[in-house]
């Protein structure tokens, strides 16, 4: 276009976004008026909360960030514009100024090419500063031109610095991710993402197109995010409510099974044995062998009248619950009201009069009635049966070997089950003893990020919540850092009770720098896991090796790359072996660098100083790593946790030693 042109024609793109501002602005003033006058319309206090709920719903969904871009594309089929963004605004006759991206027709935003125009001419993507729109970048699909990765500002938008807490991608969704993201709520889907392939963006936007998809459903069933920890949560906390999605839960599996405070801790022969799949059968056996056959008959009095059930009616009624597959303690119940029904049906014959509700709940809770439940079914909590099992591991038999046994066995059992001390790992026993009692609430939707690190213990913690849903798996084999690390992604699906879902992988990365990932991807060799590697579009950044003469002046070396790295734009993240990081946020601190932590996504401090064993899942723009032997020798799958570190880099990457690279990382043959 000519300047003029393109100046008139930035002109009206301006005033259409203001446009759509004001008519945001009125949809939220609108739905305020609602809520701040639903309590005088409805019809009584329930419903008047009901509507409260969902007009205070509203208002949060139609929050407006006037530093984010309202809509950031354009497409021209036929004659028609269409304004593609993060949510849809109408003006005041009802007619759309902006399409949600998750609307079907959006959909050829992200799928329309040369080759496959879907019906567009044009595609237009505007360029944003701090939510001023500053450019537009046309691809005129009906001629064949189309700019894929060769889009400035798709390109801009993609390497623009990280800082704060993690954004959406809604305006740099790829093809192959955009299948991912518009899965069929029915599908269960495995997603082994490379670094920097933007799998975690992929499995929140899939929950938040469902939640556009199946809203009713989902609001009813709900839809859970489960990440690997706090720090991780509240960096992608923003995302969900930026694509005006207020009410998807989130949490760690630590906060799923918290069913006691953790006051002890296991050996790692006894952790490694709590989270095995077998403990499920230990359980189930331990808790199932408690039944007992009727051997004595049941005499009721009832006033005048005296009613009698004989043992084999009994047996059969034992039996045939314990056939049902019912949790155990509804299947208690289950025999508490045949046996109540039994008494009925005698009473009703010899009186001829149908007894009462009052009648009923007399007989179900009567001596004999509770002696013979306790002896043939008896009741049990969650904490008894895991403290019984662990008092005496010689319940699980052959199930576990005589060294795992003793590895489980409590040296100084509690006196009760409520003064047991629990472990860590004795919640997930705590949680799969509670779902062998009842039956837990399943979600419509489970998104699980970094999936590779789930025990099968909490693979079946995760499957109780998702057993009536589908479940977004995302991971990658190689940032397996945990001792019960899974090797093979079909092997967590099936502890999951998803064994049929789909594994996709995603390869190419949009994050992280070309010589970052080559670098990973030296490590790849050694970590026994069967992955391809990432490569990267990225062709920009920059990684320095930093050699230090000596280990005393690894802190002070460290020092120089921070301050080089805080003259550039962006995040900025020292990482390093856990035992290290006090002593470098003293270091940085006594020389005037004012430092965060990872959970402190709203700090000013560019700078944050992160332990390796909770970095996973974050990015910052500049990384730098201390001492990557220190990170290796931290703990036994070390490899894994160091590629994990290199790969949190989206702009510059320096490693920082005195002690020799591993070598692995070197290039050298690893054995």
């Known amino acids: 276009m000519p300047p003029s042109d393109l100046d008139t024609e930035l002109t009206a793109e301006r005033n259409h976004l203001a446009a759509s501002r004001a008519a945001l602005r009125r949809m939220r003033d609108r739905a305020q008026a609602l809520f701040s006058t639903g309590s005088e319309v409805a019809g009584d206090p329930y419903s008047a909360e009901s509507l409260g709920r969902t007009l205070s719903r509203r208002v949060a969904e139609l929050a407006d960030d006037p530093t984010t871009p309202l809509f950031f594309g354009r497409l021209d089929i036929t004659d028609t514009n269409y304004y593609v963004g993060r949510r849809h605004v109408t003006d005041d006759v009802g007619e759309p100024m902006v399409l949600d991206w998750r609307a079907p027709l959006s959909r050829s935003f992200y799928r329309a090419s040369a080759r496959d125009p879907q019906g567009v001419s044009t595609r237009r993507r505007f360029g944003f500063v701090h939510g001023e729109l500053t450019s537009f970048e046309d691809e005129h699909l009906d001629r064949g031109e189309e700019l894929g990765t060769g889009s400035r500002i798709l390109t801009a938008e993609i390497e623009r610095p990280r800082v704060g807490p993690m954004r959406d991608i809604v305006a740099t969704i790829q093809p192959e991710q955009d299948e991912l993201v518009r899965a069929e709520l029915s599908d269960s889907i495995c997603v082994q993402g490379a670094p920097g392939t933007g799998k975690t963006a992929v499995g929140l936007h899939?929950?938040?197109?469902?939640?556009?998809?199946?809203?009713?459903?989902?609001?009813?069933?709900?839809?859970?995010?489960?990440?690997?920890?706090?720090?991780?949560?509240?960096?992608?906390?923003?995302?969900?409510?930026?694509?005006?999605?207020?009410?998807?839960?989130?949490?760690?599996?630590?906060?799923?099974?918290?069913?006691?405070?953790?006051?002890?801790?296991?050996?790692?022969?006894?952790?490694?044995?709590?989270?095995?799949?077998?403990?499920?059968?230990?359980?189930?056996?331990?808790?199932?062998?408690?039944?007992?056959?009727?051997?004595?008959?049941?005499?009721?009095?009832?006033?005048?009248?005296?009613?009698?059930?004989?043992?084999?009616?009994?047996?059969?009624?034992?039996?045939?619950?314990?056939?049902?597959?019912?949790?155990?303690?509804?299947?208690?119940?289950?025999?508490?009201?045949?046996?109540?029904?039994?008494?009925?049906?005698?009473?009703?014959?010899?009186?001829?009069?149908?007894?009462?509700?009052?009648?009923?709940?007399?007989?179900?809770?009567?001596?004999?009635?509770?002696?013979?439940?306790?002896?043939?079914?008896?009741?049990?909590?969650?904490?008894?049966?895991?403290?019984?099992?662990?008092?005496?591991?010689?319940?699980?038999?052959?199930?576990?070997?005589?060294?795992?046994?003793?590895?489980?066995?409590?040296?100084?059992?509690?006196?009760?089950?409520?003064?047991?001390?629990?472990?860590?790992?004795?919640?997930?026993?705590?949680?799969?003893?509670?779902?062998?009692?009842?039956?837990?609430?399943?979600?419509?939707?489970?998104?699980?990020?970094?999936?590779?690190?789930?025990?099968?213990?909490?693979?079946?913690?995760?499957?109780?919540?998702?057993?009536?849903?589908?479940?977004?798996?995302?991971?990658?084999?190689?940032?397996?850092?945990?001792?019960?690390?899974?090797?093979?992604?079909?092997?967590?699906?099936?502890?999951?009770?998803?064994?049929?879902?789909?594994?996709?992988?995603?390869?190419?990365?949009?994050?992280?720098?070309?010589?970052?990932?080559?670098?990973?991807?030296?490590?790849?060799?050694?970590?026994?896991?069967?992955?391809?590697?990432?490569?990267?579009?990225?062709?920009?950044?920059?990684?320095?090796?930093?050699?230090?003469?000596?280990?005393?002046?690894?802190?002070?070396?460290?020092?120089?790359?921070?301050?080089?790295?805080?003259?550039?734009?962006?995040?900025?993240?020292?990482?390093?072996?856990?035992?290290?990081?006090?002593?470098?946020?003293?270091?940085?601190?006594?020389?005037?660098?004012?430092?965060?932590?990872?959970?402190?996504?709203?700090?000013?401090?560019?700078?944050t100083v992160v332990p390796a064993t909770i970095v996973k899942g974050l990015e910052y723009d500049h990384v730098i790593v201390a001492e990557p032997a220190d990170i290796v020798a931290a703990e036994p799958r070390g490899l894994h946790r160091l590629y994990v570190v290199l790969t949190r880099a989206v702009s510059r990457l320096s490693v920082v030693h005195a002690k020799p690279l591993p070598d692995a990382l070197e290039g050298r043959s690893f054995s």
Do not use: C
Not at 347 to 358: D, H, I
């Open 206 to 607: 899939r929950a938040a197109y469902l939640l556009y998809l199946h809203r009713e459903r989902l609001r009813r069933s709900g839809v859970l995010v489960v990440g690997p920890n706090s720090a991780f949560l509240s960096y992608i906390s923003a995302v969900l409510p930026a694509l005006g999605e207020v009410e998807v839960q989130q949490a760690t599996v630590d906060d799923l099974v918290a069913h006691a405070p953790v006051r002890a801790t296991d050996s790692p022969v006894a952790a490694l044995v709590k989270h095995d799949p077998r403990m499920a059968e230990v359980l189930r056996a331990a808790l199932w062998g408690r039944l007992a056959k009727p051997t004595e008959p049941i005499m009721v009095s009832d006033g005048s009248y005296r009613w009698r059930i004989d043992p084999e009616p009994l047996r059969r009624i034992v039996d045939e619950a314990g056939r049902e597959g019912l949790p155990y303690a509804l299947g208690r119940e289950r025999v508490r009201a045949r046996v109540v029904g039994l008494l009925q049906r005698q009473s009703e014959y010899r009186t001829g009069n149908s007894p009462g509700e009052a009648w009923l709940r007399k007989m179900s809770k009567v001596a004999p009635v509770r002696e013979f439940l306790d002896a043939t079914w008896p009741a049990m909590t969650p904490e008894a049966l895991v403290v019984g099992v662990l008092s005496d591991p010689s319940v699980a038999g052959d199930l576990l070997t005589e060294p795992e046994r003793e590895a489980l066995r409590w040296t100084k059992p509690p006196k009760t089950p409520k003064s047991a001390k629990f472990s860590a790992a004795d919640l997930v026993l705590l949680d799969e003893a509670s779902g062998l009692l009842e039956r837990r609430q399943s979600f419509g939707h489970v998104v699980v990020d970094e999936a590779q690190d789930l025990s099968p213990m909490q693979a079946r913690a995760i499957a109780r919540r998702s057993e009536h849903g589908s479940v977004t798996l995302l991971g990658d084999l190689a940032q397996g850092t945990a001792p019960w690390a899974a090797s093979r992604w079909q092997d967590t699906l099936a502890h999951l009770g998803k064994p049929d879902a789909a594994v996709v992988p995603l390869t190419v990365g949009f994050r992280v720098p070309a010589a970052v990932v080559a670098l990973a991807n030296r490590l790849l060799p050694a970590l026994g896991v069967n992955v391809p590697e990432a490569v990267s579009l990225r062709r920009d950044g920059d990684l320095s090796m930093v050699p230090v003469a000596e280990p005393a002046g690894l802190s002070a070396a460290t020092l120089v790359e921070v301050t080089a790295a805080l003259e550039h734009e962006g995040s900025v993240a020292v990482i390093a072996a856990d035992a290290a990081v006090d002593d470098l946020h003293r270091h940085l601190a006594a020389a005037g660098v004012q430092t965060a932590t990872p959970a402190d996504v709203d700090s000013p401090a560019r700078v």
